[in-house]
């Protein structure tokens, strides 16, 4: 996404990485094909969507839940498994 | 003065790995090279190195092991052959790829099927691509000395890349000779322990083979090729250094009556000894015939073969190995690609396939093919474009 990617001479040989946690900072957001809109207004708050997502990736806010688009990576599980259907998937236009 | 002792190639490896104060020893035996193994084992039993012997179950664990404490620090060894080098395929590729300076000593020989224990190219060749320096010895006396340099060269923190020593099976394995072996001290003064830069310690942690999408993958493989070239001054530099101290002089290649040579031989490995002898006598008759011997066959050195090549008209390229399906064999494929590059494409060229399964290539046949090359260089005609010798049609 937003972060700079060095290129091989600065890279650490190998691909070690020096730190740890590193894997919190790899956004995997841009894999994304198709992105998931939900319609706030209709949603009941039954969490079943962040029970099914597979990454992790749906907010719990106090009487809906919202979407972390940094590492949604656009299944679809959500939208499928809604029992209101307030998710729309549209696709990502880059 | 020097100590002379009679070893076979395997007996040669073992001795000068004993000598460079390895660490780990992870290694599957597996004919020709078992004696190798036995010997290493051995020493380690007898307290002779304070090394970490780990029997492993396939050459798959051996060298993933040897990945594993290559990765802590330490100096590491293994040995192989034909289906045990196939079998660690992916391990090779990963052992270069985490940047891992192993030394492996590899007792060539034919792959399966139909199955045959002698020796021919096919293992390394096999394994051609995977990153790896290749060190082709001609005789057991070249054995023992690459493998000392390896060790130096594989942990330049220029190149930190894994190194393997190749011998012809049972015709440098098994075959006992006059090797000059170096003192202890010695061989510890040429090669100090191993620095390593980076290493896993539970004190400061740090991921290594972690997944590498498309987004750093390809900058990894850009760092490997990088590291390949720069080990070719690398190598050149320890080879000066080795001649110092020992007075045996080694580079990129040897060549043997090339400045007058209007056709000449390329080979890896103990034919090149046979096609110098063989050049020898033909020198005697009058006929202007050299020897071109690669001893490094990854990095290639093309500059080093172009400079070597001169004014020599036709280059018989002799291969021990088979690329089904290619136009030429992998050491000529390389040979016609660097006369290429340097606008030298009016070499005539032909690649002798030999050897396989351990067929022994004679003096005879090596006499038919200088024959042939200096035909080619008179008349300006290569016959055949790709022969394989001795073989019944």
Redesign the interface.
Known sequence: MSEI????KS??????????G?AMRYKTGDWRAFKPIIDQKRCINCLLCWIYCPDSAIIRLEKFVDVNYEYCKGCGVCANECPVKCITMVEEKR | MAKVIGLTGNEAIAYAVKQCDVDVIAAYPITPQTIMVELLSEYVYNGEINAEFICVESEHSAMSACVGASLTGARVFTATASQGLALMHEMLYIAS???CPIVMGVANRALSAPLNIHGDHSDMMGSRDCGWMQVYAENAQEAYDWIIQSFKIAEDLRV?LPISVNIDGFILSHSMERVEVLEDEDVSRFLPPRKPV?TIDPAK??????L?LP??YF??K??QV??LNESYNVIREVNKDFESFTGRRYDLLETYGMSDAEAAIISLGSTAGTAKAVARDLRSEGKKVGVIKPWVYRPFPEEDLIKAVGDAETLAVLDRACSFGAPFNALCSDVVAALYRYGKSSVKVFNCVYGLGGRDITPTDIRAIFNEALEAAKTGIVKEQLKFIGVRE
């Open positions: 990617k060095l290129g091989w890279l650490p040989i190998g691909g070690v990485l020096l730190e740890p590193s | 790829g985490l940047r930190l980076i942690p740090i991921t290594v083979g972690a590498c987004d750093y900058e990894m850009r760092q990088h590291a």
